[in-house]
């Protein structure tokens, strides 16, 4: 009888920075952003043949980041991309700032990275009240995890996009967008302590 083959939450591995900013008159609705500054945007950002998740902010230890001109020949029209994404929309007149900055943690002790964060900032601020806003956030998101005296922090330049409207409608973003994934198998150790659970939980009658 083959075995079956069980997974472990998949893990993303490579990823992007990007950012963009669209400007317009058109739109309309509740929402007049949407078809029209917002797509702009993530043209300008490189991302608009996709169909956008969005995903929480947490980096694995093993990932890792390539840049936007490596990672457009693996791009693939109608593709799903998850996405950590901040996005700032405004009127004529109005600034719009996004901001994505990433932080790693190393043990002090031995170097190795345990993890990493992201942190977005949506705002009417100029880039420096972005970047001074992500660094704090994301010191704040690190050492809320980790003690400081056993941690170093690698705080990565943060991606900005922030501009003033000139039309009825501006949308900024910044993207931190996966690209590709590891799926870890499960092994028999594994499997066997998940039937062990269910059968406890069975004869529990929970």
């Not at 991302?47 to 998740?53: D, L, Q, R």
């Not at 936007?68 to 719009?96: C, Q, W, Y």
């Not at 922090?153 to 501006?170: M, T, W």
Request: net charge negative; hydrophobic share 40%.
């Amino acid at each position: 009888m083959q075995q079956e083959l069980n997974y472990l939450p998949r893990v993303p591995l490579a990823y992007f920075v990007t950012s963009g900013y669209g400007d317009t008159d058109y739109g309309s609705g509740l929402d007049p952003w949407h078809t029209g500054a917002f797509d702009l945007a993530l043209a300008m950002a490189g991302i608009e043949n996709f169909n956008i998740v969005l995903c929480s902010s947490v980096i694995p230890p093993e990932s890792y980041e390539i840049p936007l001109d490596v990672a457009k020949p693996h791009f693939r029209h109608g593709a799903v991309m998850e996405v950590i994404m901040a996005s700032m929309n405004g009127r004529a007149g109005e600034t719009v700032t996004a901001g994505l900055g990433r932080v790693r943690v190393r043990d002090r002790r031995t170097g190795a990275c345990l993890g990493g964060f992201a942190a977005e900032y949506e705002g009417h601020g100029d880039a420096a009240t972005a970047a001074r806003s992500l660094r704090h956030e994301l010191e704040g998101i690190a050492l809320r995890r980790y003690d400081a005296a056993q941690v170093d922090l690698e705080v990565d330049e943060p991606a900005i996009a922030s501009r003033e409207v000139q039309n009825l409608h501006g949308t900024a973003i910044a993207a931190l967008c996966w690209l590709t994934y590891s799926f870890p198998q499960l092994t028999e150790p594994q499997r066997e302590a998940l039937r062990a659970a269910e059968k406890a939980r069975c004869r529990g009658g929970g």
